[in-house]
Structure formats: structure tokens, C-alpha cells
């Protein structure tokens, strides 16, 4: 895309955090944006700061687990502004299993997979019709992780394997729309290069009784604080990076129609090294860790 003065931005996963921080800067930019978010509290109070700064920014309460609900974000969206020109397939959940894998409750895999990777799904096929069907330029970013995008922590196989489909879903969307000669671009987001102060610890607190745990948890939910702590005692430097850092990288991204939206990183590029080297000597992986760094 050349401009996005006057378009319009759906991002999902829109009530804080980095969907919030791509909300505002789309805002600055000149955007009109529509934020979703299936927690109505926390969505309502971010519109209300937004347009308390001027921004021009609405909300719509979504569960992009259900398709029904995405397409309502869409019909709103048109209905308000007339088109869509920018999706951010944004929202993502830690499921926060406990123990071993083959311990984890179904609805741990059923929840990641519905909210990390149906979400991006049934944004695909809620607006890339929409978005075809006006033949302006447009784009498409989909968040992942470098858990999961590059090489998975092996202690977080849910989030881990859900982010892995979501470069390989967004892999096919930019071929397909390549093939059909589209004015879309499509980018795959690894927020970085540090890791990012955001919600991603307390997805708890969005999980619907749909995918309710079965049975009672042993310990509470991991918080940032304790992954510090787990970091420093395996030696790993603790940094972070600013949710408004990435979100500009995405602004840049999507005016120079990049693909891989991901921050120049000795850690990250190491990680994929191990990874190619690994596969193509068909050795047995040596590059998994269980915490970041």
C-alpha cells in the first residue's frame, strides 16, 4: 500500500497491548479503525482513551472463534466506514497448560487452535472477499510468534504449534492471492525482538466457558514475573520490547509490502540457523529450550 491516510483497519485482539499499540498508530497515520475484542470491559475503556486522544477509533465486542461473530466485525466495519483496506488477525491466547503435554486437557488444544489459529481463519474468510470485491490495495497481517513461527519452547506446545500454522496459513493466503493477481498484500508479524509486556499471560481471563478447563488447576497461572525469574535462573538475559516499537514496524512493513515482518535479531536468526542446520544434516534437534533467550 502507498498511503493509509483515509483507510480503514480492522485489528482483532484490539483491547490492549500490541493490538491497541497497531490501533493507535494506524489512528496517527490517518486510519479509521475498528478495534475487536471479546473481553467488552477492557475494549470499551480503550475506545474511550483513544478517542479521548483525538484518534479515530471504534470498538465491536468479537469472538473470533466463531465465524458468525468475525462476519458481524466485518458487516459493522463496511456499514461504518465503507470498506476495509488493512485486517490484523492479532488476537492470540496462552493456553497455560499444566505439566507434560500428553497431560493436558483437550480443551487446552481446543482453545489455542480456536482463538490462534480458526481466529486468523475466519478473518481470512470474512474479509479477503471484501476486500477482493473493492479491488482497492489492501493487506492482510498475521501475527505469530517466534515460539512456534521459528522454533518452539518446548514447555508451550499449544501456543507453540498454533503460531507454527499461522506462517504456514499465512505462506498459502500470499500465494493464492499472488496467483489471482489481487492488489492484497499478506504479512506474517513476529512481535519482537524481545519479548513484549502484553496480556498474553493472563488469556485466562477471555477464556469462554466453551473451553472451560475440566478440572481444577494444581498451580496458578505462570506470570510475566515468573518467567523472569525461570529466565534469569537458566542465565538468560531478561529485556523487552515496547508494544509501540512493533507496531510501527508493522505500519513499515505494510507501506513497503513486506512478507515477513520480523526485527533484525542475533537470537532469532541463531534459532532458525540451528533449525535449517538440524533438517538438512536429518540430526536429531539440539536447539530446544524451555524458556526464552
Not at 490517518?30 to 479521548?52: S, Y
Not at 468475525?70 to 456499514?79: E, G, H, I, P
Not at 520480523?262 to 532469532?268: K, L, V
Request: hydrophobic share 40%.
Amino acid at each position: 500500500m502507498k498511503s493509509l491516510a483515509g483507510k480503514v483497519a480492522v485489528v482483532t485482539g484490539g483491547g490492549g497491548g500490541l493490538g491497541r499499540a497497531m490501533g493507535e498508530r494506524f489512528a496517527a497515520q490517518g486510519m479509521k479503525v475498528v478495534l475487536a475484542d471479546v473481553q467488552a470491559p477492557l475494549l470499551q475503556a480503550t475506545v474511550e482513551e483513544c478517542r479521548a486522544k483525538g484518534l479515530e477509533i471504534s470498538g465491536h465486542v468479537t469472538d473470533v472463534t466463531n465465524q458468525e461473530s468475525v462476519d458481524a466485525l466485518r458487516d459493522f466495519t463496511v456499514s461504518t466506514y465503507g470498506a476495509v483496506h488493512v485486517l490484523c488477525n492479532n488476537a492470540g491466547i496462552g493456553a497455560g497448560a499444566e505439566g507434560r503435554m500428553w497431560e493436558h486437557e483437550l480443551n487446552d488444544w481446543k482453545w489455542a487452535i480456536a482463538v490462534n489459529v480458526m481466529g486468523v481463519i475466519h478473518g481470512i474468510n470474512s474479509f479477503v472477499p471484501a476486500m477482493l470485491a473493492h479491488g482497492e490495495e489492501a493487506h492482510i497481517v498475521n501475527t505469530s510468534s517466534g515460539n512456534g513461527g521459528v522454533s518452539p519452547l518446548s514447555g508451550t506446545p499449544q501456543y507453540a504449534a498454533t503460531k507454527a500454522a499461522v506462517v504456514t496459513a499465512s505462506e498459502c493466503l500470499y500465494a493464492q492471492l499472488q496467483e489471482v493477481e489481487s492488489s492484497i498484500g499478506v504479512s506474517v508479524l513476529f512481535p519482537g525482538p524481545n519479548m513484549l509486556r502484553t496480556g498474553l499471560f493472563e488469556s485466562w481471563r477471555s477464556r469462554t466457558d466453551e473451553f472451560a478447563k475440566q478440572r481444577p488447576r494444581k498451580t496458578p497461572y505462570t506470570t510475566v514475573e515468573q518467567l523472569e525469574i525461570q529466565m534469569k535462573a537458566a542465565g538468560h538475559a531478561i529485556a523487552y520490547t515496547a508494544v509501540e516499537e512493533v507496531a510501527e514496524m508493522v505500519v513499515d512493513g505494510i507501506l513497503h509490502n513486506q512478507f515477513w515482518m520480523m526485527p533484525d535479531s542475533e537470537r532469532g536468526d541463531n534459532s532458525m540457523r540451528l533449525r535449517y542446520e538440524s533438517m538438512k544434516s536429518r540430526s536429531n534437534p539440539t536447539y530446544l529450550r524451555q524458556v526464552p533467550g
